[in-house]
């Protein structure tokens, strides 16, 4: 697989999204070979951004593809940001959480917004184990367990909590936004569902904590079999004036026109997912009845 063809294919589609302006792929690998930069980690995507004056360098990898139908591509594309006080923007960053069109957020972006929560979350809830090597479960009182039953590991005569991987704790019913009744008391550094609302404008810069870790990422693969896929690609095809034989259809069958479409998705789900959304467009569409 070509990686140029799809970092072409994926600088067109979104040098089409309204408020982008994307340095072609030539000029940026003008500049990589003049100043020999191999982008083999964050700093090196940082300086390429510097140096091209962009706010962001996108890096990508083909993680599968194959041509034949039904056609398949998966892709991971990481956004690097010029300046290291930017942080990760979760997915659900940015969404109407704790307002009335919260209910309009589509059921895919609420599990991903609940996923990423979580994930970061059970950081928290990492056991530390030092000194203890294969700990024997028999070795465990079965005395040592929480209200719902699950069982505390003992460390050095300390019993460690595990409340809150408790699967008896109920989420919110109105979604991310609120605390759990009876679990106000949450460890240092929990991520508090809340964060996914932007903070209001601050009268100074906050304070600038380095991070390496790109702004944006998003991984997912494709296949021209999925329903929902080829749902999105009918779509994509009706709203261009594509005077080509075969239909939406063809798209599968050309590597071309697959990827482009591939890198569309792409990009729609990523934007999509922290708030980046454009307004929904109702489309009358005529059928003659005889």
């Known amino acids: 697989m070509d990686g140029r063809q799809v ?8 040098q089409v999204v ?6 072609p792929v030539g000029v940026v690998e003008r500049v990589m070979q003049e100043h020999q930069i191999a982008l083999s980690g964050p700093q090196d995507a940082r300086r390429l951004a510097q140096l091209l004056g962009v706010d962001a360098v996108v ?3 083909i993680t599968d593809f194959t041509p034949y139908y039904p ?3 998966a892709l991971q594309v990481e956004w690097y940001a010029a300046n290291p006080g930017y942080h990760p923007i979760p997915p659900g960053y940015g969404l109407p959480w704790g307002t009335p069109e919260e209910k309009e957020i589509p059921a895919p972006l609420v599990f991903e917004a609940e996923f990423a929560l979580a994930k970061e979350q059970l950081k928290t809830q990492i056991p530390t184990c030092s000194g203890v090597s294969g700990a024997n479960p028999a070795s465990i009182s079965p005395a040592a367990t ?4 699950a069982v505390l590991p003992e460390a050095a005569g300390q019993t460690v ?3 809150s991987l408790s699967p008896t704790i109920p989420l919110p019913a109105d979604g991310l936004i609120g605390s759990v009744p009876g679990h106000e008391a949450m460890p240092p550094g929990w991520p508090d569902p809340r964060g996914f609302v932007p903070s209001p404008p601050s009268p100074q810069p906050p304070t600038c904590w380095p991070s390496d870790a790109p702004v944006l990422r998003h991984t997912q693969t494709y296949n021209g079999h999925d329903i929902e896929f080829t749902e999105a690609l009918a779509s994509y095809y009706f709203f261009r004036d594509d005077a080509r034989f075969g239909g939406w259809q063809s798209y599968l069958q050309r590597s071309d026109d697959f990827i482009r479409f591939c890198c569309h998705m792409h990009i729609s789900e990523m934007l999509s997912a922290r708030g980046g959304a454009g307004e929904t467009r109702v489309v009358w569409r005529c059928f003659g009845v005889r």
């Open 7 to 14: 970092a072409l294919a994926y600088y067109n589609e979104l």
């Open 18 to 23: 309204p408020g982008f302006e994307v340095v």
């Open 59 to 61: 890096i990508g990898a």
């Open 71 to 73: 056609p398949r591509c």
């Open 146 to 149: 929480d209200p719902s039953g």
């Open 161 to 163: 909590p595990a409340a």
